[in-house]
């Protein structure tokens, strides 16, 4: 399963940075016709970092030691609400958390009426500022 998250968010480090570099070529050369890809690979940056930091979560409630931060942060005493808490806890944990943060954000932003009425050239500066954080 560490494979897996790791993988995951290699994936998504990768397709953000493509993103953003495709925003850019675009916003330089005058387009705004590629707003729907960038949405679509918006989606599978967010699934990707849900895949990850579900995988974490789940190691942290199962208690399965196998993984690094789950052993370094919690123990078979720890109360499970600490055990949650313990997501983000570490650095890494903490950057994840808050890579999740921002990316459910971005996502909840897509879906809004008013991510919809801007004007394409408006949209691709939120997707390179967006792939700016991540």
Not at 22 to 48: F, N, R
Not at 55 to 69: E, G, P, Q, T
Request: charged residues 15%; positive net charge; hydrophobic residues 55%.
């Amino acid at each position: 399963m560490q494979f897996v998250m790791e993988i995951g968010l290699m994936l998504a480090m990768l397709l953000s940075l493509m993103a953003a570099a495709w925003a850019c070529l675009d916003t330089w050369q005058g387009q705004a016709g590629t707003v729907k890809w960038l949405e679509k690979g918006q989606w599978a940056i967010l699934s990707l970092i849900v895949l990850s930091s579900g995988i974490l979560l789940r190691a942290l409630l199962l208690r399965d030691f196998s993984f690094k931060y789950v052993a370094d942060y919690t123990s078979h005493s720890l109360p499970y609400f600490y055990t949650v808490t313990a997501f983000w806890a570490g650095r890494s944990g903490s950057l994840l958390f808050w890579l999740l943060v921002i990316s459910v954000a971005g996502g909840l932003f897509l879906m809004t009426r008013k991510y919809r009425e801007l004007p394409d050239t408006t949209n691709m500066g939120f997707f390179i500022s967006a792939r700016s954080f991540l």
